[in-house]
């Protein structure tokens, strides 16, 4: 067993909560929460990985901005006595705040203080093997650094970074956490029927996921290879619009349908689309299998061969909410 603790991002603690119970579920993985509050999760994973397994396990979360081993959390007047004994190695001690709780503490007074604590190794502000991580929360929490999240993979893989497209694309964040929620291992098999510039298939193919992208646009899906190809990213994509997808198999479905506003339904309305996916989902996933779906609001009375597992209102802009939505194949 390994305890094990999250950083949450702090735009929406609840999804992060859940794309982390997500990965859990999909690496068969058993926890128990040991401490929650605020932004820091600390769980206890039962028959786990490896240690370098799990960095590349939860390298994959999107809503989380690092995971640690966990050592131990601390009264503000107890975090003194830390102790800690390395072999020989490089080392640093990083310290953040997560809420005004302990003003009086400050982050680099903090980092002196278990710096101090640690013996058998030697302090490397500029290349540390090993970087020791300090929560400042209502309760002070600290463990050693296992992943951080690159951001540089929303500068690179923005919309605006890509070769081709559109207003409506979605974020790679929002892309990566709908892919994450699928419960999708590397080798399976992601289907994007309304792929758009491709932003779902690149962000999957990054996971080692293969994938298959349809779009009914052929300006999209000539886009959407163009990306694919800029990324490295090998997969299928098909001209094809939903209603007429035969023939494919799949281990899961995530999509962002159009929603006839900024983006083309082709003379469809938007009930129809959702019912076509409905009936394309009850088509290709056996039971239990999931649908990752982001919905202009609460539609899920159309899909009728699914359970409503959970979801989740993402806010974009005044005008606009999108619903993710989690569903599973009965």
């Known amino acids: 067993m390994v305890a094990v603790?999250?950083?949450?991002s702090g735009e929406n603690p609840p999804l992060a909560e859940y794309e982390i119970e997500c990965i859990l579920d999909t690496y068969g993985m058993k926890s128990d929460i040991l401490y929650q509050e605020n932004r820091v999760l600390v769980m206890e994973l039962i028959?786990?990985?490896?240690?370098?397994?799990?960095?590349s396990i939860f390298s994959r979360l999107a809503f989380t901005h690092t995971v640690s081993q966990y050592i131990a959390s601390f009264?503000?007047?107890?975090?003194?006595?830390?102790?800690?004994?390395?072999?020989?190695?490089?080392?640093?001690?990083?310290a953040v705040r997560?809420?005004?709780?302990?003003?009086?503490?400050?982050?680099?007074?903090?980092?002196?203080?278990?710096?101090?604590?640690?013996?058998?190794?030697?302090?490397?502000?500029?290349?540390?093997?090993?970087i020791f991580r300090a929560i400042i929360s209502d309760r002070i929490y600290t463990g050693l650094l296992l992943s951080e999240n690159d951001k540089s993979y929303l500068r690179e893989r923005k919309p605006e970074s890509r070769p081709f497209s559109k207003p409506v694309s979605l974020s790679p964040k929002l892309a990566r956490i709908m892919v994450n929620l699928a419960l999708l291992k590397q080798g399976d098999k992601l289907l994007d029927p309304f792929c758009g510039t491709g932003g779902i298939l690149i962000e999957s193919g990054f996971m080692d996921i293969y994938v298959e992208g349809a779009d009914a646009d052929r300006e999209m899906i000539e886009g959407a290879k163009r990306n694919m190809e800029h990324f490295g990213i090998v997969g299928e994509t098909?001209?094809?619009?939903?209603?007429?997808?035969?023939?494919?198999?799949?281990?899961?479905?995530?999509?962002d349908p159009?929603?006839?506003?900024?983006s083309s339904v082709f003379g469809n309305n938007i009930n129809e689309i959702y019912s076509s996916l409905n009936h394309l989902g009850a088509d290709i996933l056996v039971q239990g299998k999931r649908m990752v779906v982001m919905l202009?609001?609460?539609y899920t009375e159309l899909f009728s061969y699914f359970n409503v597992v959970n979801v989740f209102i993402i806010p974009?802009?005044?005008?606009?909410?999108?619903?993710?939505t989690v569903l599973e194949r009965k």
């Open 5 to 8: 603790m999250f950083e949450l």
């Open 47 to 55: 028959d786990s990985p490896e240690i370098r397994e799990l960095k």
């Open 75 to 94: 009264d503000t007047d107890d975090i003194k006595s830390f102790t800690y004994e390395v072999n020989n190695v490089k080392f640093r001690v990083d």
């Open 98 to 130: 997560h809420n005004a709780s302990h003003p009086d503490i400050k982050r680099d007074a903090l980092e002196r203080i278990m710096g101090n604590g640690i013996t058998g190794g030697s302090v490397s502000l500029s290349a540390p093997e090993v």
């Open 238 to 255: 098909f001209n094809i619009p939903v209603e007429k997808l035969s023939g494919i198999s799949a281990d899961a479905i995530v999509t």
């Open 258 to 262: 159009p929603y006839g506003r900024a």
């Open 296 to 298: 202009p609001g609460d």
């Open 316 to 324: 974009v802009h005044r005008s606009l909410t999108r619903y993710l």
